[in-house]
Structure formats: C-alpha cells, structure tokens
C-alpha cells in the first residue's frame, strides 16, 4: 500500500510540473498566433468543460472499472493534447482539443486524473492519516507546479540565446508536456491493484446513503468554482501583462513563488484541521484570501499588486486538502469514487463557463472587474459552506468531540463543582 502510494505522489509531481509551464504559456502561445482575450477565453473555457464532463462520466461508472486503468487512458489523452497544441494553428481544431483532452489553464489541478487518484489514496490509508496524505499530495502537485511556472521562462531564454523563433520554442514546450504524459503512464502502470478497493461492502451503485450530502457539497464547490473561473491562472497572466505590462519571465517567477507559498500552506492546514475542524479550517483561510483578492485591481503599483497575490496564495490554498479529507470522510468507502468525481465535475462545469466571461471582461476594460466578481463569489461560497455543514463533522472529529465529552463529564462526576457557602 506504501509503494502505491509513493507511486501516486510521484505521478501528481510529474501532472504538476506540465500544468505549471502550460497555464502560463497556454495565453502567450495563443495571442501570439493572432487570438484576441474572448478566443483565449473559450478556449480557457474549453479546457475546463471537457474535462470535467469526462470526470462526472468516469466517477459514475468507476465503480464497475479499474482505476489504474482509467488513469493509463488518460495519460493517453495528456500526450496526444501536447502534440496537437504543438503541430495544430486553427482555431476550431485547438478548440475540440481543448474539450477531449487535458490541458490545464490552471496550475491545480481540474482534470479525471485528481478524483481517482484521491479515491486510490483514501483507500490506502488510515482515516487518521487521511488529511496528512492529502495534504503531501497538495503539497507535491503545488511544489512541482511552482517549479513548472519557473519553467515557463525556458522559451523566452532559448529565443534569446538561440536562432530558434519564440513561437517554435513554445511549440516545443508543449512536446515536453506530452513527454511528461508519456512518463506519467509508465508510473500508472507499476500501481498494484490492492490499493483500489480495501472496503468490506460491494459496490452497487455510485452514491447511497451519502446523496443528499454529496450533491450540497457539489453545488457549494460549484459556486465557489464559477467564481474561482474568473481569475484562473491563464487570465490572471493576461491581465498582468496587460494591465502592467509584466513579462513572461516575471510572471513565471510570481507563479513560482506563489505556488510555494501555497505549498508551505498546506502542512499549516493540517495542524489547524486537528485543532479547530475540516470545515472551519476550509472558511477561516479561504475568507480573508479573497478579501486580497478583491483589492488586487485596486493596487496602484505593481508591487503592491504582487503583495496582495503573494499573501493570498498563502491563505487561499489551505482549504485544498482539508475539502478533499472531508468529502472522502462524510462518505461511505464504496461511494468514494462517485463522491471525488461528482464533486469535482461539477467544480469544472461551474468554473468553464466564468473564463469566457472574464475574457469579455477584459476586452471590455482593463479594470480587474473579474478579480472583484470572483472574489465575492467565493466569499459567499464560504459563509454558506460554515453554515450549513458548522455540524456535520467527519467520523475521526465526532470521536474526538465524544472522546471529550466523556472526559469532562467524568471529571465532573469525581470532582463536582463546589458551590459557596455563607458564614
């Protein structure tokens, strides 16, 4: 179980570092083959409804499948969507790859391969541990995916000292991720079929008794998605460059940083689930990153603007692995599968069709209005998140609350309180 895994971390590392480079060289490489921002917002959009039908698809039939499987296919998908951005110009072709294949405009992760990767890993380890290993998890994709966005440089430095065209070195980057699909398969490949199900009651169905909690968490995580889709990692370069005028390398390194911020934030996430709740630890961080987020179009400085986005993917990623614990916690483990994918689908449907949006946003002005509308939806998202599920807490919680109930109530039974008395 340990060597699947080690297995599946690595994998995440590899996805990682690709939709690091990708997100940020997916905007450069399309304006510079002539698409305005509302082309490169459809095609943004694109890359989030294909995959996330493709995942609410596979998470209702999963359950009859085998998830390694599964996996070896859609490392398929991620090669063949590095070649045809590599070799295809047009638009409508670019666009139908967009839909069936893999391609990130974001450096987290959207894609079938998050929901079946954290079901393999729920059932690879004790529910006590399960928080932590979600919380490795984050860490690797986000680590790897700040190294990738540093990478995002390497066609701007090999035009510069080479006689390679910039347009024909981004081309090849998008080779290099295909590579990176190819060698995530041969890691698939050497997963043992032990990790896929370690659950005493057949599968019968996708979902059972967890329904009705399964799909309010869809529709919150859909919310917080549509909002999210307004500042996805590709627009908000767009608009850096283009309200700033940052360069490519600058940006590569913003992203960098911020992706280790995020990445230092997730072990912080863990300690504050153990003391204060999965759910409290969800709101408390994500409700005052998007408080930066919102005043980030009101900076008057680049620097200032920076600080806001630095501080916010310091908080703003916290909830990451604590939402994933959860979701696997308050389901039953033969509905895991169906749980990851049905929440997560939905996050993708929900935050493809805010990019277009955002796009025509900012051909309209060059205000950050999508930042601002994204930030308040996401705000709302985490006041409706605290209210309605403050109470439903996951097994390992509900025993800690009990654990503590009877000590205290044992304590005051051997030493009740002690009323005063008058003399």
């Known amino acids: 179980m340990s060597e699947n895994v080690r297995l599946l971390l690595t994998a995440r590392g590899v996805r990682g570092f690709g939709d690091g480079f990708v997100s940020i060289l997916v905007p450069i490489y399309l304006t510079g083959i002539g698409f305005d921002a509302f082309e ?84 690879a380890v004790r529910p006590e541990r399960r928080t ?28 510069r ?68 889709g307004f500042f996805v990692q590709s627009l908000l370069a767009l608009w850096l460059f283009d309200h700033f005028g940052l360069s490519l390398t600058a940006a590569g390194s913003l992203f960098f940083w911020s992706g280790l911020l995020s990445a230092f934030s997730y072990p912080v996430a863990v300690r504050l689930a153990r003391r204060i709740g999965l759910v409290n630890t969800m709101v408390f961080t994500h409700l005052p990153s998007n408080v930066c987020l919102m005043l980030v179009p009101f ?16 908080l703003s990623q916290m909830d990451v692995p604590a939402r994933t614990s959860y979701v696997m916690a308050v389901v039953t483990p033969p509905e895991r599968p169906a749980a990851a994918s049905i929440t997560a689908a939905p996050r993708s449907l929900a935050g493809a069709a805010s990019p277009v949006l955002a796009g025509y946003l900012l051909g309209l002005s060059s205000f950050g209005w999508p930042l601002v509308i994204g930030g308040s939806l996401n705000s709302l998202y985490d006041l409706l998140l605290l209210f309605m599920f403050r109470k439903v807490r996951p097994p390992e919680e509900q025993v800690l609350a009990d654990i503590h109930g009877n000590l205290s109530s044992s304590y005051n039974a051997v030493n009740p309180p002690i009323t005063p008395t008058r003399t």
């Open 132 to 159: 932590s290993i979600f919380a490795s998890y984050s860490l690797i994709g986000s680590v790897l995916g700040a190294i990738g966005c540093l990478f995002a440089s390497a066609p701007e430095i090999v035009a």
């Open 299 to 314: 900076a008057p400085t680049l620097g200032i603007a920076i600080a806001l986005l630095l501080v916010r993917s310091a």
């Open 40 to 123: 490169v917002g459809a095609l943004t959009t694109a890359m989030l409804l294909g995959p996330a039908v493709m995942t609410l698809v596979i998470g209702l039939i999963a359950h009859r499948l085998k998830i390694a499987k599964v996996l070896i296919t859609a490392t398929t998908m991620m090669v063949l969507s590095g070649i045809g951005y590599a070799v295809e110009t047009e638009f409508w072709p670019l666009l139908v790859i967009a839909l069936i294949g893999t391609l990130s405009p974001t450096a987290s992760d959207v894609s079938v391969f998050a929901p079946l990767e954290q079901t393999l890993l729920s059932n």
């Open 161 to 228: 000292i080479s006689l390679i065209p910039a347009n024909r070195a981004l081309q090849g980057m998008f080779l290099i991720y295909a590579f990176l699909g190819g060698f995530a398969c041969v890691i698939y490949r050497q997963l043992k079929s032990p990790a896929e199900v370690i659950v005493s009651e057949p599968a019968i169905g996708p979902l059972g008794p967890s329904r009705r909690i399964v799909f309010t968490l869809a529709a919150l995580f859909s919310l917080d998605s549509f909002g999210g």
